[in-house]
Each structure stands twice: as C-alpha cells, then as structure tokens.
C-alpha cells in the first residue's frame, strides 16, 4: 500500500492541473482574441466562449487579498471526458490594477484548466496538452507562461 500511494503521488506532484497564460497583445485586441478562438473552438466542434459578468473570486496574483475588479470575463468548459476549463479576462482591472504586476506587456490572460486530472488518462493529458497548445495558438498572439497551479495550490 505505502509503496503504491508513494508511486501515486509522485504522479500527481508530475501533472499539472492548471496553468495561466499572458497574451502579448493591447488591451484593444479583445475582439481579435475573442474571434481568434471562437474559431479555433468550432473547428474542434465546441461551443463559442461564454462572456460572463465578473463574480470575483480570481485573486491578484501579487495581493491575494484584494479582488480584482473585473466588468466580465470569457470562459469556456467542457464537461465531457477529458475535463476541462479555460477563462480569457483582462490582466488590468477597472481599478487600473494589475494582476500580474510584471507583466504588463500581457494585456489578456488565459487560464486553463483540467477539471478532473485525477481520472485523466494517458491519451486524456497528452489530448488536454495538445488542445492548451494549440489554443494558445489560436489566439492568434504570442503568449508565455505566467503561472502553473498544481497539488493543492488554488487559483490566484
């Protein structure tokens, strides 16, 4: 037992569960970016993005005790196998605060997310990893990674 759990969360501690993106882009490319990955989303045969009114909850990266106050965000989930989640929302809030303070050349970010990576197979992550890579591509803007989530770290 103890050499088969030892064996599982070293897995675990391997995988990633989520992963946060900036866009190299302006604050005004938000239709390009939307556009961008809607039609990347049809082509893989999934629905357009969902444009949400902000309901707080995403912390600033460098102040997890303030909200960002942001007027929406994009996101899109699936919940068929393999899971997964990814919001697109702006790294300046209406306050003119930055989330990722050092990165301000990153006007948007995209975090993505695998719901389930417990139950994701073999097949299941190298899909999810391909599908992130592509997406970010799709965007249609250099990105780089800003953050990786993993265990029992939440998002910020």
Excluded at 109 to 131: Q, V
Aim: hydrophobic residues 25%; charged residues 35%.
């Amino acid at each position: 037992m103890y050499k088969y759990k030892c064996q599982y969360l070293k897995h675990m501690e391997s995988q990633m569960d989520a992963v946060e993106y900036g866009l190299i882009c302006d604050r005004s490319d938000e239709k390009d970016i939307v556009k961008n990955v809607n039609a990347y989303l049809a082509e893989k045969g999934y629905r357009k993005l969902y444009k949400w009114k902000d309901k707080g909850g995403i912390k600033n990266i460098d102040d997890p005790s303030s909200d960002p106050k942001l007027e929406y965000t994009y996101g899109q989930f699936i919940k068929e196998s393999p899971k997964w989640y990814f919001d697109i929302l702006p790294n300046k809030d209406l306050r003119s605060i930055y989330r990722f303070a050092e990165q301000k050349d990153c006007a948007w970010t995209l975090f993505f997310s695998k719901t389930n990576p417990e139950s994701c197979t073999e097949s299941d992550n190298i899909y999810l990893d391909n599908f992130l890579k592509d997406l970010l591509t799709g965007t249609g803007y250099k990105s780089k990674l800003l953050y990786k989530y993993s265990g029992d770290d939440y998002r910020r």
